[in-house]
């Protein structure tokens, strides 16, 4: 009997936004948590004193079974508000949002951490296994919150049209 071979494919990002949970007050007054990024041509996690945001990333699993591995491939970044070391986090996250209009006012900011890459600014940030969470998806999706450990850091979207987005690599 022959074994099977393994097999890796690319799955790109289906829907990213930044979600701003702060007290801070954006455009025309009205609170940067109550407005939709989704559409946005970037994608920011920040981390200040009190306030924060987080990217949200949604991914649809191929219904492939089982899976052996999963990576999240990190692109670099667009820019970066430090020298130094930082931390990106990748938390799972409920699936319960849409692109266009989620915000920090009606997306639950918990997660359960995943994994973490410490990244060297100005270079490109090594990956984060995700396996646990991509074997425990429901219903063939994946949502996972991108956090990190200094100031800022920011991403291309979807919408930005780069090459360059958040993917997976998925092993089966």
């Known amino acids: 009997m022959a074994l099977a071979q393994a097999c890796t494919i690319n799955v790109r990002v289906a829907?990213?936004?930044?979600?701003?949970y702060n007290g801070m007050t954006c455009d025309n007054n009205i609170p940067c948590n109550s407005i939709p990024f989704g559409l946005d041509k970037a994608l920011t996690a920040f981390r200040g004193n009190r306030d924060f945001e987080r990217v949200l990333l949604g991914f649809d699993l191929?219904?492939?079974?089982?899976?052996?591995?999963?990576?999240?491939?990190?692109?670099?970044?667009?820019?970066?508000?430090?020298?130094?070391?930082?931390?990106?986090?990748?938390l799972v996250t409920d699936n319960n949002w849409n692109e266009t209009a989620v915000a920090g006012a009606n997306k639950d900011m918990s997660g359960t951490q995943v994994g973490s890459v410490k990244v060297v600014a100005g270079q490109?940030?090594?990956?984060?296994?995700?396996?646990s969470a991509c074997q425990n998806a429901?219903?063939?999706?994946l949502s996972l919150?991108?956090?990190?450990?200094?100031?800022m850091v920011r991403f291309n979207s979807i919408?930005?049209?780069?090459?360059?987005?958040f993917s997976l690599d998925i092993t089966y």
């Open 62 to 90: 191929p219904t492939t079974k089982p899976i052996s591995k999963c990576v999240l491939k990190i692109p670099t970044p667009i820019e970066v508000a430090t020298t130094g070391e930082y931390t990106l986090t990748a």
């Open 145 to 151: 919150f991108i956090d990190t450990s200094f100031p």
């Open 138 to 141: 429901k219903d063939d999706k």
């Open 159 to 165: 919408q930005s049209g780069s090459p360059a987005i």
């Open 15 to 20: 829907r990213d936004s930044t979600v701003s």
């Open 124 to 131: 490109t940030p090594g990956d984060i296994d995700v396996t």
